[in-house]
């Protein structure tokens, strides 16, 4: 990988599954849970990959051996939060977070988004796809000096990633395809997901 940068992945396993009625990551999908399906695809952008949950005992048997787990308190405070807590174990300078719920996503894509950080500007905290207005804050790239302005936001009682991200130096990541970032949050979701017409063309 020596053609992009260093990176660490941080995936998050930490949502409750409301709209779907049972938990995400381990709905299995071709034979593999969309867990390990993430972890796979960040294994092959990132050295280091972790998974932040509040229930290590639910997944560690379903992750790949090399991810390490960093267990989120109970009760779950929602995704910025668990991003702060990964931050504090990271070492490289460029962080990928990702949900466990991205089926469409492949590590190609990543690979090809983590070249184009040499472009970023110094005084850029992340590198974030928009989808209209709003950000896609959990498929993107975060320089690991963001974690000071986080652990200010958090102080002042918010927890808003879209909020955090309007007030800091973002650039914007454009996409190609936003199909990409499609997620399963519901049963008819996951349905779209299983017939969906390129799901079982492989790369080449």
Known sequence: MSDFPALTALILAGGQSSRMGRDKALLSFQGVSFLENTC?????????????????ERYELIIPQCCQIIKEPLPTRGPLLAFALGLTFVSTDWVLLLPCDLPLLRSSIIQEWSRLLATVPENAMASVPRCGNRWEPLCA??????????????????????????????EELIIDNSEILFNCNTPEDLEIIINYPDINREET
């Open 141 to 170: 790239f975060y320089h690991r000096r963001c974690l000071a302005s986080l652990q200010t936001y958090i102080k002042q009682g918010d927890t808003s990633f879209q909020k955090w991200l309007n007030v800091a130096v973002v």
């Open 40 to 56: 796979l695809i960040a294994q092959d952008c990132a050295v280091q990959v972790s998974v932040i949950t509040p229930w290590p």
